[in-house]
């Protein structure tokens, strides 16, 4: 499999920076390893460029409705890589047999901001409002538990880090390698004083429109209240004027 210093290398050839058999200076790979990681940054940021979602769990304390989100030192009360973005917030509650696992509703900053009583308590939360502070995320839990034998688990897409190394083995789904070998030519061109060809642009169009068309999940499809109509038994309207 390709290592990053391999992704660099194929970028600089590309670029027609290196001819074949040629091997990059030290330098240059320096030059190009950080520009990687810079674009592995930005993916990370990027909800289509994240190819998997990951659960974690945590304890629920019971009178505790704030909990911090993230892995980096100090760690918060989920451990988690700081996700932009969740999918889900769930609870289990394990004095029940069997353990059930149940959605809380994902409130959106509106209506975080207008719940009048964010301190309201209840044995079972119904609701829970993620905010994306910097360096740990912020998760609350609505109204706030009391009982004291529940986990939560947060589903969030799982970013792909930095590399550590040049070395580092590129560890990622089918189509990653060659769209990072596109955008990190069209990244370091400037540097090098090359100039992209259309070949190389078209690549990297084709190589990101392939990456994010399978990151693309199944979603369910919601609809607005007003769109429904109570007497027309459970049926839609999708024409205006209907």
């Known amino acids: 499999m390709a290592t990053a210093a391999d992704i660099c290398q194929s970028a600089l050839e590309d670029l027609g920076v290196l001819g074949t058999g040629q091997t990059m200076a030290s ?34 304390a019971a009178n505790d409705g704030t909990y911090s989100v993230g892995a980096t030192a100090p760690a918060g009360n989920v451990i988690v890589a700081r996700p932009t973005y969740i999918s889900h917030v769930n609870y289990r509650n394990t004095s029940t047999s069997p353990v059930l696992e149940l959605p809380l509703k994902l409130l959106t900053d509106d209506e975080w901001d207008n719940t009048p009583l964010k301190t309201l308590t209840s044995v079972l939360p119904i609701a829970a409002y993620y905010n994306p502070t910097y360096p740990l995320g912020t998760l609350n839990l609505w109204p706030v538990p009391t009982s004291t034998t529940l986990q939560g688990v947060l589903y ?3 970013q792909s880090g930095r590399f550590a190394a040049t070395s580092t083995t590129v560890s990622l789904p089918a189509g990653y390698e060659r769209f990072l070998v596109k955008s990190l030519a069209l990244d370091v061109a400037a540097k090098f004083g090359a100039v992209p060809s259309p070949a190389i642009q078209e690549g990297y169009r084709q190589a990101k429109m392939v990456v994010k068309a399978s990151n693309s999940r199944q979603m369910d499809m919601g609809f607005d209240a007003m769109v429904h109509d109570s007497y027309m038994n459970g049926y839609y309207r999708f024409l205006a004027g209907v």
């Open 27 to 60: 330098g240059d790979l320096d030059i190009c390893f950080k520009a990687l990681n810079q674009l592995m940054d930005q993916y990370a940021a990027e909800r289509l460029m994240i190819y998997t979602v990951t659960g974690t769990v945590w304890t629920i």
């Open 156 to 158: 969030a897409p799982e």
